[in-house]
């Protein structure tokens, strides 16, 4: 079994969630008392949150190489950065810290791919939903095309996202405004839709909307066990 790096702190609520389902897949797989055999180096999300809202990307890089950097140097074979928004930092880290990042965008298109979609709606970040690190791997290596909510919709996502879900609060209402926006995508055309924030599939379900649901943080712990098994 290699061994996992995980980037976590992004937030805390759910890398808990990565834990769970690491461990969760690797007893599935191996049976017994088989659990993962991994690391985490955690941040501290309230720095991490100040300079998104920054634009300083360079000092966030800086921040994500070295963690990655410690994780290698604690025997990490690769590592898998347990948030979908700090993939905008993934090819540096591979160049700077020489350690592979598994790519959460990437094992979400292969998922969408064999299910023979062509188009999907993308909820996350504004960081996500408005700029291209993510969109590109989709449509680049997919032929997937991404169509994200309207301005008043990605502000009130994005909202959420940072004052509720990683605060640790699921509110009812929120869970309600996010079903309107995901119907609004499939009446765009959207064939599934990819929960892009690994905080939203702790308030959306598959049981609570029609199309289906693309769960990034399950999808790439879940990948995370393969490629650690490989």
Not at 19 to 32: H, P, Q
Not at 130 to 149: A, G, M, R
Not at 171 to 198: H, M, Q
């Amino acid at each position: 079994m290699k061994t996992i790096g995980l980037i976590g702190g992004m937030s805390w609520e759910s890398s808990l969630e990565y834990y769970r389902l690491i461990n969760e897949t690797v007893a599935l797989k191996l049976g017994g008392l088989h659990s993962a055999q991994c690391l985490m180096y955690s941040v501290d999300f309230e720095e991490i949150e100040t300079l998104q809202h920054q634009n300083r990307w360079d000092k966030l890089t800086d921040i994500m190489v070295a963690a990655a950097a410690r994780l290698k140097n604690g025997g990490a074979d690769f590592v898998v950065i347990c948030t979908n928004t700090m993939h905008k930092t993934a090819a540096d880290i591979e160049t700077r810290a020489g350690i592979k990042v598994l790519h959460i965008a990437e094992v979400t298109g292969h998922t969408i791919a064999q299910q023979g979609m062509k188009k999907v709606g993308l909820l996350g970040t504004k960081f996500t939903m408005e700029q291209d690190f993510y969109k590109q791997v989709l449509q680049e290596k997919f032929d997937i095309t991404v169509v994200i909510p309207d301005e008043a919709e990605r502000e009130f996502v994005h909202h959420v996202i940072y004052h509720e879900l990683c605060q640790g609060m699921i509110r009812p209402d929120s869970r309600t405004r996010f079903t309107t926006i995901i119907d609004k995508l499939a009446a765009n055309g959207a064939a599934g839709v990819v929960l892009g924030c690994t905080e939203i599939p702790l308030l959306i379900r598959q049981a609570d909307v029609e199309i289906p649901v693309f769960d990034t943080t399950r999808l790439h712990a879940v990948a995370a066990v393969e490629y650690a098994l490989k």
